[in-house]
Nanobody, 125 residues
Framework: QVQLVESGGGLVQAGGSLRLSCAASGRTFSFYTMAWFRQAPGKEREFVAAIIWSGGSTYYTDSVKGRFTISRDNAKNTLYVQMNSLKPEDTAVYYC??????????????????WSQGTQVTVSS
């Protein structure tokens, strides 16, 4: 059974920082692409960032470029996102996603086979 379990969510003031972690456990560990998505109340779930197996290729949505950094530790089967200079509009439930397939659109929800339960990130003004 494969599980993705998040940690690090919480409440932070605008301008502050937060780091989310997503630990994978189970029989399958060779996720090719891992990503972060988020969903604010009343809005569609949107792509935030993605990272390929080697860590050399990363992708970000424009609204978080320069503020968020995605990384992964394959030995620990863990995905991270460091979020700096947080803004109230970053408030959302954040989800970790993963796929073992080597093909697919990294920003599409349909690409991913595994999802975390989500963790709340709230940025106060």
């Amino acid at each position: 059974q494969v599980q993705l379990v998040e940690s690090g969510g919480g409440l932070v003031q605008a301008g502050g920082s937060l780091r989310l972690s997503c630990a994978a456990s189970g029989r399958t560990f060779s996720f090719y692409t891992m990503a972060w998505f988020r969903q604010a109340p009343g809005k569609e779930r949107e792509f935030v960032a993605a990272i390929i197996w080697s860590g050399g290729s990363t992708y970000y949505t424009d609204s978080v470029k320069g503020r968020f950094t995605i990384s992964r530790d394959n030995a620990k089967n863990t995905l991270y996102v460091q979020m700096n200079s947080l803004k109230p509009e970053d408030t959302a439930v954040y989800y970790c996603a993963a796929t073992k397939n080597v093909r697919g659109l990294y920003a599409s929800r349909m690409t991913y086979d595994y999802w975390s339960q989500g963790t709340q990130v709230t940025v106060s003004s």
